[in-house]
């Protein structure tokens, strides 16, 4: 007999004083603390005397309720030394899964005083877990909620929590759900996750930097097709604002997934570009310097450069265009214009254009308003070369635009002839003739009468002779001479007597001159004896200081010769 707590009503198990457990049929088990019932028995722990009529097997049981798939293990042991054998092929101590459902293993033994045993065993099917996604493929960054379902509970790897969106790593994942119900019992499902990497995608500019007006095409790469920002179609040139824009690109891969690039593309302003020019009228053939503004360099057309002087090649209205660049690269233009007179066309005349020095002749220019001329010529004023040779004379004639051009004439200057005048004796006295020469020149034209080369007879005096000769080239020039024609001197023949008798003797003396030549045989001043008879005439000649000589005469009267005839011893001659 043994001692148990009673665990029920009707058809209630029981546990043994020798701890063996024998179920009831359906009744519950209390440890019999505050145990009443409805019956109205008496409270407390109630004792019932059971006479045992077999021995309890001892018994192990690992579960009585377990799920689909759990092991279980039963075991009992005689404490008769019987040989245990279980129903349902189970093997006595060696887990085994049951299936689902309630099934009632019996444990019998080989030894007759041992009793039967037999447990129900409960085998919850498993649920019918789903796993499911939002969306199984999500690029890179996005996020996904993954779900089970068919359980009550459930439980993610990867640090997932069920109903709650999260981002998924680049790749193929497979994520498992357990799910647990309401008798605790768990399954599994999966769901595959992929995560496709966000394309590279990288934004490009044919030019980051450009000026205003200029076109820039932006593409994008490292996708299949892009979008950008600005309503900017890829590759495909537009016109950006002034200042710096950033443009962004949306790529988007073949799997749809997109990412972005950017790019700043600044848009500098054209420069203020100025063309200026130091004379905008001019005269062909001035230089003009031309500057631009506004800009760092600057290049002209029609072959300026600037800074420079420079020389328009044709009269005209030419418009000049220079084209400033900035410290960006940026280029503007700007235009000036600029009038070039034609020059007059000059014309340079002279009265004569070969003259003799000492001439004058008038220059006069024409095709202009105004004329001056080098050389100290006035124009239409008479002017007189100062040397003799070939000159050319330049006039520079300034127009109504104040436009000058020159022209020039040549005059040829002949030199004088150096004339010279001379004579055969340029002291004589009167009466004789001297004859004029011209040399130096061609022909010779005297004053006073004279012709060159003739002999000519002079007043008296001392006159002032000029020959003008002639040469070749009609020039003329002069030179004198001065002719002394002294006055003959007044000679006087004098005799100490004009009527002697034949025989006599008389001095005869010259006066009015300096020396005295008396012919006949006379000396002045000295007796003479004529040696005929009668009116003889003696001539005395006079020479003056100057040599001219003059002649006087003086009859003498020489009586016959008495002829006187007788004997002498003595020739007498001239005595008594």
Do not use: K
Request: with cysteine; aromatic share 8%.
């Amino acid at each position: 007999q043994g001692r148990g707590y009673y665990g029920g009503g009707g058809g209630g198990g029981y546990t043994g004083g020798d701890g063996g457990r024998v179920a009831g049929g359906g009744g519950s088990f209390n440890s019999g603390s505050n145990q009443s019932n409805a019956d109205g028995f008496r409270a407390g722990n109630g004792e019932v005397t059971i006479t045992v009529l077999c021995d309890g097997l001892t018994t192990t049981i690992s579960a009585t309720e377990l799920c689909f798939g759990d092991d279980v293990t039963l075991e009992a042991t005689s404490t008769n030394g019987g040989t245990i054998t279980w129903s349902g092929g189970v093997s006595n101590g060696v887990p085994f899964a049951p299936s689902v459902g309630t099934t009632t293993y019996v444990a019998t033994s080989d030894n007759a005083d041992d009793c039967e045993f037999q447990v129900d065993i409960l085998v919850h099917a498993l649920p019918t877990v789903t796993a499911t996604a939002d969306d199984t493929e999500v690029c890179e960054g996005e996020n996904v909620t993954l779900t089970g379902g068919g359980a009550v509970s459930y439980t993610w790897d990867g640090g997932v929590t069920d109903g709650v969106a999260f981002a998924p790593p680049v790749g193929t994942t497979t994520y498992t759900v357990t799910g647990t119900d309401a008798n605790t019992c768990e399954n599994t499902a999966t769901v595959d996750i992929t995560a496709n990497a966000l394309p590279t995608v990288t934004a490009s500019a044919d030019d980051a930097e450009v000026c205003d007006n200029d076109m820039v095409t932006l593409s994008g790469g490292g996708a299949s097709s892009y979008a950008w920002s600005g309503g900017v179609a890829d590759g495909v040139a537009f016109e950006p604002p002034v200042g710096t824009t950033t443009y962004t690109v949306t790529g988007t891969d073949a799997n749809g997934c997109v990412n972005t690039d950017n790019i700043d593309v600044t848009v500098h302003n054209l420069p203020t570009v100025t063309a200026t020019v130091d004379d905008a009228e001019i005269c062909l053939g001035d230089a003009v310097t031309f500057n631009g503004g506004g800009a760092t360099t600057y290049s002209w057309d029609l072959g300026v450069t600037d800074g420079v002087a420079f020389t328009p090649a044709s009269a005209g209205t030419d418009t000049y265009t220079v084209t400033g660049t900035d410290a960006n690269g940026c280029e503007n233009t700007a235009t000036v214009d600029v009038e070039v007179h034609a020059l007059p066309t000059v014309t340079a005349s002279v009265d004569d254009p070969a003259i003799c020095l000492g001439d004058m002749v008038t220059f006069n220019g024409g095709g202009a308003t105004s004329y001056a001329w080098d050389m100290g010529v006035t124009d239409g004023v008479a002017f007189e070369p100062v040397s003799a040779g070939t000159d050319t004379y330049t006039v520079t004639g300034t127009d109504a635009n104040g436009c000058e051009n020159t022209a020039s004439v040549d005059v040829e200057v002949y030199n004088l002839p150096t004339v010279t005048a001379s004579v055969d004796d340029a002291e004589v006295c009167d009466g004789e003739a001297v004859t004029f020469n011209g040399g130096g020149a061609v022909t010779y034209s005297w004053d006073m009468g004279v012709t060159d080369g003739t002999p000519i007879v002079l007043a008296v005096g001392t006159a002032t002779y000029t020959v003008v000769g002639t040469d070749a080239n009609g020039c003329e020039n002069s030179d004198n001479i001065d002719v002394t024609v002294h006055a003959l001197p007044t000679v006087v023949a004098n005799v100490t007597d004009t009527d002697i008798c034949f025989g006599d003797s008389v001095i005869f003396t010259g006066a009015g001159a300096l020396t005295y030549v008396w012919d006949m045989g006379v000396t002045d001043g000295v007796y003479f004896t004529p040696g005929l008879a009668g009116v003889a005439t003696y001539a005395v000649t006079g020479t003056d200081v100057n040599g001219c000589q003059n002649i006087d005469d003086i009859d003498v009267t020489v009586g016959n010769e008495i002829i006187v005839t007788y004997t002498t011893e003595d020739e007498v001659f001239g005595g008594d």
